[in-house]
């Protein structure tokens, strides 16, 4: 009954995340693949996977906060990384001197350029366009004067605008105009920079929504640019609303489980963990899952399910989740008495969560949570190990 191995464990499939960057560079031809391991590759450990990516096939690796890209640097990538998302205590300085590229909005380019200055660097900048998302991103009212001040700075020698950059508000949502405007005026606020004596190489505007669309779109040239950014792609999800990984050609990368560590008989009636808010209708099984939303699964997600792989003759089956989810565990019902007998397996069961193949697939959890898959996978908390596994561990 003891088993070796971790008793929670989030698997990343690393076969999974080369195939998927193949589906993607198979959509871009070309362009250059700026892959997004931002928020820990959204769950997956980017220090274990920058490196997958990059030999799959990325050009650069997306991050959003400068400390992000500083922790890859540390461990040996020496991709292109780059960084969005500053605030006035971000060090550039060391940013400048790791060569991260900066996303520049406002403010932050003469803070950028000062930490150039200081380290006798010429700092590598993308400025950044509000075409509608309403975040940060310079706007078109304020385009004029941030490109020119981008000129007289890279004319200084203290930075060089090697990109232009926006996002998209709806690209989730194909059928909606409001892409099409934002990608108006981001050629638009281009053709403006190019004016404006500014050179830059890397145009980019989609993430993977926009990446996998674009094929649909008559804007779909501008939406690729000659760049995209896709994070939730590379981990085999799908961002768009009825469209499975299957139907995009991507493989989730993920598996959570853990192991039964209870199984016992309770009668009728009996309450199920706290404000007994499930009543077994009748004399069962229950199955105790040790991990609860300490874990990151969410509280809120009961009904979720959790397929189980017993270790004896019961068949593998996938069971909704009953009553609340704790800190550390919840519950599911086996659905009938006298499940606990050794011969059955169930205690020690391997219990999935979500995953690729017959397990459920994230969106299960995310439906049940009221949320979205990229949510679900990256919370999954530090207190569950990152395993990478390849096909060959399956
Ligand atoms: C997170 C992020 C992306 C990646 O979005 P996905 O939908 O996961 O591909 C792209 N661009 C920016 C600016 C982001 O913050």
């Known amino acids: 009954m003891l088993t070796s191995g971790p008793e929670r464990v989030a698997e990343v499939n690393l076969d999974a995340i080369v195939h998927n960057v193949r589906t993607i560079r198979s959509l871009i031809g070309e362009r250059t693949l700026i892959a997004v391991i931002k928020a820990d590759a959204y769950g997956h450990g980017a220090a274990g996977i920058a490196q997958t990516v990059l030999d799959a096939g990325a050009d650069a690796l997306g991050l959003v906060h400068v400390r992000e890209a500083l922790a890859l640097r540390a461990v040996g990538i020496d991709a292109p990384l780059m960084a969005w998302l500053h605030t006035p205590s971000t060090d550039f300085v060391r940013a400048v001197q790791e060569g991260i590229i900066l996303g520049a909005s406002g403010w932050d380019l003469e803070a950028i350029a000062y930490a150039a200055q200081q380290v006798g660097a010429v700092a590598r900048v ?9 975040r940060n991103g310079c706007t078109p009212a304020d385009w004029p004067s941030f490109t020119a001040r981008a000129k007289e700075l890279q004319d200084a020698g203290l930075i060089a605008v090697e990109g232009i950059f926006t996002h998209l508000a709806v690209a989730d949502e194909p059928d909606r105009k409001e892409t099409d405007q934002q990608l108006d005026v ?60 299957g139907d995009l050609n991507l493989r989730p990368a993920m598996t959570v ?17 706290y404000g007994l808010n499930y ?14 939303y300490a874990d990151g699964v969410p509280r809120v997600a009961t009904g979720a399910p959790v397929r189980l792989y017993p270790n004896g003759k019961a068949e593998p089956r996938t069971y909704p989740v009953v009553g609340r989810i704790a800190m550390d565990q919840m519950v599911i019902d086996l659905g009938e008495p006298g499940l606990s007998a050794p011969e059955h397996g169930y205690l020690g069961a391997r219990a999935v969560l979500f995953g690729e ?21 990256t919370r999954i908390s530090p207190r569950v190990a990152r395993v990478h596994t390849t096909d060959k561990d399956a």
């Not at 993308?126 to 309403?134: F, S, V």
């Not at 950014?229 to 981990?235: N, P």
């Open 126 to 134: 993308h400025l950044k366009i509000d075409t509608g998302l309403g």
């Open 186 to 245: 981001f050629e638009n606020m281009v053709s403006q920079a190019r004016a404006a004596g500014l050179n830059p190489e890397l145009i980019h505007a989609a993430n993977t929504p926009g990446t996998f669309t674009a094929a649909d779109k008559e804007t779909g040239e501008i939406l690729l640019g000659n760049g995209v950014r896709v994070g939730l792609g590379l981990y085999g999800l799908s961002p768009l609303a009825g469209v499975t990984s």
């Open 257 to 273: 489980s853990t192991r039964v560590n209870s199984v016992k008989e309770v009668p009728a009636g009996q309450g199920v963990s």
């Open 279 to 292: 009543s077994t209708p009748h004399a069962t099984t229950l199955a105790l899952i040790p991990v609860g």
């Open 357 to 377: 193949g017959e397990n459920p697939p994230v969106e299960e959890w995310a439906d049940a949570a009221g949320t979205i898959n990229y949510e679900i996978v």
